[in-house]
C-alpha cells in the first residue's frame, strides 16, 4: 500500500457534543436513490453482523451502514457517486457502534479505533492511486 499522509488519530479526536442530526438534504437525495438502495442490501447482505463488535467476538446484529470517508463532501458528483456506492467505504455496524463514531468516540477500543484506520486509509489509497485524491474534514468526516 503506498504511503499516504493519513490523519492517524482520526478516530481518537474528541466529539463534538451535538445531537445526532437527520441527513442533510444534499445526502438525503442519495440516500433514497435505486443504486444506494441496491448497494446497502448487497452490503447489508454480505455483513448481517456488525463488524467491530466481532472484534470482540462480540455477535451484534448490523443494525446501519457508516460510509468511512464522507461521500457529500466530494468536491464532484462523480466521486460522490463513487463514494456512496463503494462497498470498500461502507462498514456494517450496530446502532451502537455507529454513534460511538459518530457521538462517543471515547467508547472505541484501540482495535476498533486501528480497524476503522486501516479500512480508511484503504480506501483513501485506493482512490489516489487511480489519481482521484478524495477529500475529508477531521470534524464532520466521521
Ligand atoms: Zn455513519
Given at each position: 500500500m503506498?504511503?499516504?499522509?493519513?490523519?492517524?488519530?482520526?478516530?481518537?479526536?474528541?466529539?463534538?457534543?451535538?445531537?445526532?442530526?437527520?441527513?442533510?438534504?444534499?445526502?438525503?437525495?442519495?440516500?433514497?436513490?435505486?443504486?444506494?438502495?441496491?448497494?446497502?442490501?448487497?452490503?447489508?447482505?454480505?455483513?448481517?453482523?456488525?463488524?467491530?463488535?466481532?472484534?470482540?467476538?462480540?455477535?451484534?446484529?448490523?443494525?446501519?451502514?457508516?460510509?468511512?470517508?464522507?461521500?457529500?463532501?466530494?468536491?464532484?458528483?462523480?466521486?460522490?457517486?463513487?463514494?456512496?456506492?463503494?462497498?470498500?467505504?461502507?462498514?456494517?455496524?450496530?446502532q451502537?457502534?455507529h454513534?460511538?463514531?459518530?457521538?462517543?468516540?471515547h467508547?472505541?477500543?484501540?482495535?476498533?479505533?486501528?480497524?476503522?484506520?486501516?479500512?480508511?486509509?484503504?480506501?483513501?489509497?485506493?482512490?489516489v492511486?487511480?489519481?482521484?485524491?478524495?477529500?475529508?474534514?477531521?470534524d464532520?468526516?466521521?
Open positions: 503506498p504511503n499516504v499522509p493519513f490523519p492517524r488519530d482520526f478516530y481518537k479526536k474528541p466529539r463534538c457534543v451535538s445531537f445526532p442530526s437527520a441527513p442533510s438534504d444534499r445526502a438525503a437525495k442519495y440516500y433514497n436513490t435505486t443504486s444506494w438502495q441496491k448497494t446497502r442490501r448487497a452490503v447489508a447482505q454480505e455483513h448481517p453482523l456488525c463488524e467491530l463488535s466481532l472484534l470482540q467476538n462480540r455477535v451484534a446484529n448490523a443494525d446501519e451502514l457508516h460510509h468511512l470517508i464522507k461521500f457529500n463532501e466530494q468536491p464532484n458528483e462523480e466521486m460522490r457517486l463513487r463514494l456512496l456506492l463503494d462497498p470498500d467505504n461502507i462498514i456494517a455496524l450496530s451502537e457502534k454513534l460511538n463514531i459518530h457521538y462517543r468516540r467508547l472505541l477500543t484501540e482495535d476498533e479505533v486501528n480497524l476503522l484506520n486501516e479500512r480508511k486509509q484503504k480506501v483513501y489509497a485506493k482512490y492511486a487511480e489519481g482521484c485524491p478524495i477529500v475529508w474534514t477531521e464532520a468526516n466521521t
